[in-house]
């Protein structure tokens, strides 16, 4: 599995790779795990005979924006999605692009998918596939690294950071952290209807996946999108109630703060100026477009809210991601780059 790795880009900062062992996401969603570097240590345990030497430290953050419209040539949907986390390296001095990985899954029982994983979130910078110096055990861990993908039947999500305490919703259901819930419905959801109801059934834990809260944003082939949040209850003040926002073109984009009424007057409540110029530049041209977009138009718009790295953690886009949900296709740009793409389809 590990040789089907290609160096898409020929410069170390962008690889593909088919991902055909077991990752176990039954006994995965069993052991409850939501600190990563516990995850990643239970997910070697199941992969390996003999477990790795070092230890797993993954840590996940992510600016982001995202929008869902259906296309306005013809009856197909779109999900767009730009990745923005700024990397240091390890002297704090200079800004570290990225190590993107497209990984494509499919899963016994399960279904099909592509979906992307920021490699620096595990250690892996550019060119380490070929270095000869660097562990590749982690990439076992790759299906539970990923930030956004499409599944077979086009269901498409993405998760994106927001400045709060850390939800722990502690309900008694079985707990699921941050990007185990986004395998688990790139893995059986077919719609976005149904992916609300799974995350439902579970208690949502994000603490120990990286140094924010995160919402989530997802589409599906029906036209369906919809805005998953976790919320402060009254009177608390770690965020615990799942709410959903679908259905109002008006939240057809979402970026770093919260949609939620409730959480006005919060860190990254409404009013917050976190992400809120691509906020604007979202909402305006979807507006301007009457919520319609080619796809030629969907990826403009990308570009328009991609971010240079500066000084913000959120800033820096890593890669453009955009979603066609009825063709299960995928058109990517990494860095800003957007005269050069890659496209990719879930296969069938």
Same mark, same amino acid.
């Given at each position: #599995?590990?040789?089907?790795?290609?160096?898409?880009?020929?410069? /170390?900062?962008? $690889?593909?790779?088919? $991902?055909?062992?077991d990752y176990k996401l039954d006994e995965v969603l069993s052991a409850g795990l939501t600190e990563t570097t516990k995850l990643f240590g239970y997910v070697a345990y199941l992969l390996y005979d003999i477990k790795p030497s070092a230890s797993a430290n993954v840590q996940y953050d992510a600016g982001c924006s995202c929008f869902a419209v259906p296309d306005s040539k013809t009856s197909k949907y779109l999900m767009g999605r730009n990745y923005d986390y700024r990397h240091f390296n390890a002297d704090k001095t200079s800004?570290?692009?990225?190590? &993107?990985?497209?990984? =494509?899954? &499919?899963?016994?029982?399960?279904?099909?998918?592509?979906?992307? *994983?920021?490699?620096?979130?595990?250690?892996?910078?550019?060119?380490?596939?070929?270095?000869?110096?660097?562990?590749?055990?982690?990439?076992?861990?790759?299906?539970?690294?990923?930030?956004?993908?499409?599944?077979?039947?086009? @269901?498409?999500?993405?998760?994106? &950071?927001?400045? %709060?305490?850390?939800?722990?919703?502690?309900?008694?259901?079985?707990?699921?952290?941050?990007?185990?819930?986004?395998? #688990?419905?790139? +893995?059986? &959801?077919?719609?976005?209807?149904?992916?609300?109801?799974?995350?439902? %059934?579970?208690?949502? +834990?994000?603490?120990?996946?990286?140094?924010?809260?995160? =919402?989530? @944003?997802?589409?599906?082939?029906?036209?369906?999108?919809?805005? *998953?949040?976790?919320?402060?209850?009254?009177?608390?003040?770690?965020?615990? *109630?799942?709410?959903? @926002?679908?259905?109002?073109?008006?939240?057809?984009?979402?970026?770093?703060? $919260? *949609?939620?009424?409730?959480?006005?007057?919060?860190?990254? /409540?409404?009013?917050?100026? =976190?992400?809120?110029?691509?906020?604007?530049?979202?909402?305006? !041209?979807? @507006?301007?477009?009457?919520?319609?977009?080619?796809?030629?138009?969907?990826?403009?718009?990308? %570009?328009?809210?991609?971010?240079?790295?500066?000084? %913000?953690?959120?800033?820096? !886009?890593?890669?453009?991601?955009?979603?066609?949900?009825?063709?299960?296709?995928?058109?990517?740009?990494?860095?800003?780059?957007?005269?050069?793409? $890659?496209?990719?389809?879930?296969?069938?």
């Amino acid at each position: #599995m590990l040789h089907s790795m290609k160096d898409l880009d020929g410069t /170390g900062r962008l $690889y593909e790779i088919n $991902y055909t062992a077991d990752y176990k996401l039954d006994e995965v969603l069993s052991a409850g795990l939501t600190e990563t570097t516990k995850l990643f240590g239970y997910v070697a345990y199941l992969l390996y005979d003999i477990k790795p030497s070092a230890s797993a430290n993954v840590q996940y953050d992510a600016g982001c924006s995202c929008f869902a419209v259906p296309d306005s040539k013809t009856s197909k949907y779109l999900m767009g999605r730009n990745y923005d986390y700024r990397h240091f390296n390890a002297d704090k001095t200079s800004y570290v692009p990225t190590s &993107a990985i497209l990984v =494509h899954t &499919a899963p016994q029982g399960g279904k099909k998918s592509i979906s992307m *994983v920021d490699g620096l979130n595990m250690g892996y910078g550019k060119g380490f596939y070929t270095d000869g110096n660097t562990d590749l055990s982690l990439l076992m861990g790759l299906p539970y690294a990923a930030l956004d993908g499409i599944n077979e039947d086009g @269901f498409a999500i993405g998760v994106l &950071a927001l400045t %709060e305490k850390q939800t722990n919703q502690q309900t008694g259901k079985p707990r699921i952290g941050t990007t185990v819930a986004i395998r #688990m419905l790139l +893995d059986r &959801a077919s719609t976005v209807k149904e992916a609300i109801k799974m995350l439902s %059934e579970y208690d949502m +834990d994000m603490r120990g996946s990286g140094r924010s809260n995160y =919402h989530y @944003f997802m589409a599906d082939a029906t036209g369906d999108y919809a805005i *998953v949040e976790y919320t402060i209850p009254k009177g608390d003040s770690v965020p615990r *109630v799942m709410e959903v @926002f679908t259905g109002n073109d008006t939240l057809r984009c979402v970026t770093n703060f $919260y *949609v939620s009424p409730t959480m006005i007057g919060t860190t990254d /409540g409404w009013g917050s100026s =976190h992400g809120k110029d691509r906020y604007e530049t979202l909402r305006s !041209t979807l @507006f301007t477009n009457n919520y319609s977009l080619d796809e030629d138009q969907a990826m403009d718009l990308l %570009e328009a809210v991609s971010q240079a790295p500066t000084e %913000e953690l959120t800033s820096q !886009t890593q890669w453009s991601s955009l979603y066609n949900l009825t063709e299960k296709t995928l058109r990517l740009t990494i860095l800003r780059e957007y005269a050069k793409e $890659y496209k990719f389809k879930v296969s069938k």
